[in-house]
C-alpha cells in the first residue's frame, strides 16, 4: 500500500485547511484510514480515523468539533478537513492505512504510512 498525503500549507489562526491522502496499491475501500500528527519534540498523536465504509469515525478530543474526516472510495482518497486551526494545531501530519476495515488510535494500528505535510498556524 502507498499513501500519499498533501494539502498542508501556513495559515493564519482561524483559517482552514484540508489535507488529502490519496492510496494505491490494495482494495482501499476495505481499509481503515487515519491521521496523526507530529508536532516538534513530541510523539506522534492520533488526530482522527475512519472505518473502510465510511459508516464509523473517531476524532481526538482536541479536534473534536474543528476537524472532520471523510473518504471516497471511488477516488481512493481521504480526506481531513481543518476549521478553527490553532497554532497549537502545528505539526507534521501523516495518513495511515489499516489491514482491516476498522481503525485504531494508535499508531501500532497501522502498518501502512505515508510521508507527512507540514501544517503550520500561526498566531
Known amino acids: 500500500v502507498q499513501l500519499q498525503a498533501s494539502g498542508g500549507g501556513l495559515v493564519q489562526a482561524g483559517g482552514s485547511l484540508r489535507l488529502s491522502c490519496a492510496a494505491s496499491g490494495r482494495t482501499f475501500s476495505s481499509a481503515g484510514m487515519g491521521w496523526f500528527r507530529q508536532a516538534p519534540g513530541m510523539e506522534r498523536r492520533f488526530v482522527a480515523a475512519i472505518s473502510g465504509s465510511g459508516s464509523s469515525i473517531y476524532y481526538a478530543a482536541s479536534v473534536r468539533g474543528r476537524f472532520t474526516i471523510s473518504r471516497d472510495n471511488a477516488k481512493n482518497t481521504v480526506y481531513l478537513r481543518m476549521n478553527s486551526l490553532k497554532p497549537e494545531d502545528t505539526a507534521i501530519y501523516s495518513c495511515?492505512?489499516?489491514?482491516?476495515?476498522?481503525?485504531?488510535?494508535?499508531?501500532?494500528?497501522?502498518?501502512?504510512w505515508g510521508q507527512g505535510t507540514q501544517v503550520t498556524v500561526s498566531s
Open positions: 495511515a492505512g489499516s489491514r482491516n476495515s476498522g481503525y485504531g488510535t494508535s499508531a501500532t494500528d497501522y502498518p501502512y
